[in-house]
């Protein structure tokens, strides 16, 4: 739950507002993101490593009022197309801040890249080293990403440091050394430095430090000053009562240990190091609000509510799991299936929750933890619209991206 949520009653209070007034002002299903959480969590990253560069991802909750909250607390910005770069710019992120990243990026991913002039592009393949050097002028910054065979004990699908898999430069085969050389040999190009991403929902901080080992190792070899070193993102959230969250201080402590221990090894200087938390930052912020629809009473109970894996893909696509609390009343506890209302058996949002057990339709229930890729992977399946993003804040609440309407819907179709 986001910082200070508490119960009043039984109505369950984030950010100050009642989860019931927020239900019946913005309408459900409704995305709730308490403000203070997010500054709160950017900041700790921040005070964790103030020699860091802490670049936001962009992509975990894509919106111009978070961009903004990230700005004012010293946080960059990590965009992985020219879609999150408008958004960056609506919300005048500044250039200098902004990473771009993604293992393609079309010539308008680039173009928008170098007229907004972001300070680094992250290049993923041979061919992207080769048209950015065409299209690039004034010695544009630009760092390679490394795959450096890490496995970080994660979902497959994020699973983005190992070899075999479609993103970055393999450290293992020499790709790595060879793509940091085509930089240098574009005249159009400044190598800033290395970046690398082992995956997300990681939990070991060991898997960072062996990450750090192999990558200054890489460092020592490339025969030219690497000034920065970005570690990516990936710190875990935790998502179920008793899961424990990243260790924020141990991941500082061993990397910074780490780093400087190998970099005096191999007798090179220490770079600047960057990450790039998403999910450690807004995951726990969010909690999402939905109305049950209907009850099914048969082998299994079902709850049906009036959202599902158009606002939260996750179970399907991860096998995610989460906690779901009913709200504005207490009583018997019974084990129960949450479904939403798309056409397949596979809209599961939480299995065997415990909720009273005469849950009704009308009821609502709350989820915790739909902060991060959660507004980012909405969809529009079966023609539902998005919900909207409410931001919560001293009692007060507000949307930061509105309900998408039929008219939203429409717009597209010719
Ligand atoms: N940096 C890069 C280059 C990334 O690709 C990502 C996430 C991050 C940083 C931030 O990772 P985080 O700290 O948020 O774990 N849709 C999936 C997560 C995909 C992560 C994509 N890349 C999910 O819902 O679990």
Redesign the pocket.
């Known amino acids: 739950w986001p910082d200070g949520t508490h119960l009043s009653g039984s109505d369950l209070v984030i950010g100050g507002v009642p989860a019931t007034r927020l239900a019946a002002q913005f309408g459900t299903p409704c995305q709730v993101l308490d403000e203070a959480t997010v500054r709160n969590r950017a900041k700790a990253f921040v005070a964790a490593l103030p020699e860091a560069e802490v670049?936001f991802?962009g992509?975990?909750l894509p919106c111009p009022e978070v961009y903004r909250w990230m700005a004012s607390v010293g946080l960059s910005l990590?965009v992985?197309s020219a879609g999150e770069l408008a958004l960056a710019r609506a919300a005048g992120f500044p250039a200098g801040r902004i990473v771009m990243?993604g293992n393609v990026k079309t010539g308008e991913d680039l173009k928008a890249a170098l007229e907004y002039g972001v300070s680094r592009i992250?290049a993923d393949s041979f061919d992207e080293i080769a048209q950015l050097g065409a299209l690039a002028r004034h010695g544009q910054e630009v760092m390679i990403?490394v795959t450096p065979g890490v496995d970080a004990h994660t979902?497959a699908?994020?699973s983005?440091g190992v070899e075999d898999q479609k993103?970055g430069f393999s450290l293992a085969s020499g790709a790595a050394l060879e793509a940091v050389l085509r930089v240098v040999e574009q005249p159009s190009l400044r190598l800033a430095g290395l970046?690398c991403?082992i995956?997300?929902?990681?939990r070991h901080v060991a898997s960072y430090e062996e990450t750090v080992r192999r990558m200054v190792g890489l460092i020592a070899s490339c025969g030219v000053r690497i000034e920065q070193l970005d570690l990516?993102?990936?710190?875990?959230a935790p998502y179920l009562p008793g899961e424990s969250s990243f260790d924020l201080f141990g991941f500082a402590q061993r990397v910074r240990g780490t780093l400087s221990y190998e970099c005096a090894l191999h007798r090179v200087p220490v770079p600047r190091i960057l990450i790039?938390?998403?999910?450690?930052?807004v995951?726990n912020a969010g909690v999402t609000l939905y109305r049950v629809c209907a009850v099914k009473r048969g082998v299994r109970t079902f709850v049906a509510v009036d959202g599902g894996m158009s606002d939260n893909p996750?179970p399907a696509?991860?096998g995610?799991k989460y906690a779901v609390r009913l709200v504005g009343r207490g009583g018997k506890l019974r084990p129960v299936t949450v479904v939403g209302r798309h056409c397949e058996a596979g809209d599961v949002l939480a299995e065997n929750v415990l909720l009273p057990a005469d849950v009704h339709a009308g009821d609502l229930l709350a989820v915790p933890v739909t902060g991060?890729?959660?507004h980012?992977?909405a969809s529009n399946y079966n023609q539902v619209g998005r919900p909207p993003v409410v931001a919560v804040r001293d009692g007060l609440a507000r949307p930061i991206v509105r309900r998408e309407t039929e008219e939203d819907l429409l717009r597209r179709y010719v």
């Open positions: 670049v991802a992509k975990s990590d992985s990243h992250v990403r979902h699908a994020v983005t993103f970046h991403h995956g997300s929902q990681v990516g993102g990936g710190f875990c790039e938390p998403g999910r450690s930052i995951a996750r696509l991860y995610a991060a890729y959660h980012a992977l």
